[in-house]
T-cell receptor, first 112, second 114 residues
Framework: AQSVTQLDSQVPVFEEAPVELRCNYS??????LFWYVQYPNQGLQLLLK??????LVKGINGFEAEFNKSQTSFHLRKPSVHISDTAEYFC??????????FGAGTTVTVRA | DTEVTQTPKHLVMGMTNKKSLKCEQH?????MYWYKQKAKKPPELMFV???????INESVPSRFSPECPNSSLLNLHLHALQPEDSALYLC?????????????FGPGTRLTVL
């Protein structure tokens, strides 16, 4: 079964500063990777996904992630955060089955 | 219509009550999912329906009973729940059950069991 590890449980960051959220995945022949965001008291929204092709993936709200096969990583980045980016972020992977395996989550708190 | 809707938003029930959660999508998706999410934790998969048939039950207790009456609707029937079942219940759907297919999540139903 696929699994992912989010290396940071909490990331405090100042407004307009860059942020990086780290995610490592377990190696497999086929892996599909996703980053989801969950704002307080809401469901999950897909930020971006890697299925194949270009290793640099651009998503919504200015986020991007880089798939690195040699390091089995899929880190999420944003060059300049806003207060509204305060949320919980989940990395997830899926192999050739139904199951979406989530990491433990990273809480991002953006301060003015 | 590109969203998954869930009703009710909040539900408080006693341990002897019977209630149901409802999920609906009109995106033509043929796979639908129930997840349970405890506070500060990631979602945990409960059930998967593919083409209106139950394809995965992640060893969920029988007090949770899913139902898929048609391709747009997914229900979760609740009976004799325990306080530890209090959580956010999320519904999701995807075009198919391929790993390629993005899952779209609803806003969730926050359930409190007294």
């Amino acid at each position: 079964a696929q699994s992912v590890t989010q290396l940071d449980s909490q990331v405090p960051v100042f407004e307009e500063a860059p942020v990086e959220l780290r995610c490592n995945y377990s190696s497999s022949v086929s892996v599909y990777l996703f980053w989801y965001v969950q704002y307080p008291n809401q469901g999950l929204q897909l930020l971006l996904k890697y299925l194949s092709g270009s290793t640099l993936v651009k998503g919504i709200n200015g986020f991007e992630a880089e798939f690195n096969k040699s390091q089995t990583s899929f880190h999420l980045r944003k060059p300049s955060v806003h207060i509204s980016d305060t949320a919980e972020y989940f990395c997830a992977s899926r192999g050739n089955d139904y199951k979406l395996s989530f990491g433990a989550g990273t809480t991002v708190t953006v301060r003015a | 219509d590109t969203e998954v809707t869930q009703t009710p938003k909040h539900l408080v029930m006693g341990m002897t009550n019977k209630k149901s959660l409802k999920c609906e999508q009109h995106m033509g998706h043929r796979a639908m999912y129930w997840y349970k999410q405890k506070a500060k934790k990631p979602p945990e998969l409960m059930f998967v329906y593919s083409y209106e048939k139950l394809s995965i039950n992640e060893s969920v207790p029988s007090r949770f009973s899913p139902e898929c009456p048609n391709s747009s609707l997914l229900n979760l029937h609740l009976h004799a729940l325990q306080p530890e079942d209090s959580a956010l219940y999320l519904c999701a759907s995807s075009l198919g059950d391929s790993p390629y297919n993005e899952q779209f999540f609803g806003p969730g139903t926050r359930l409190t069991v007294l």
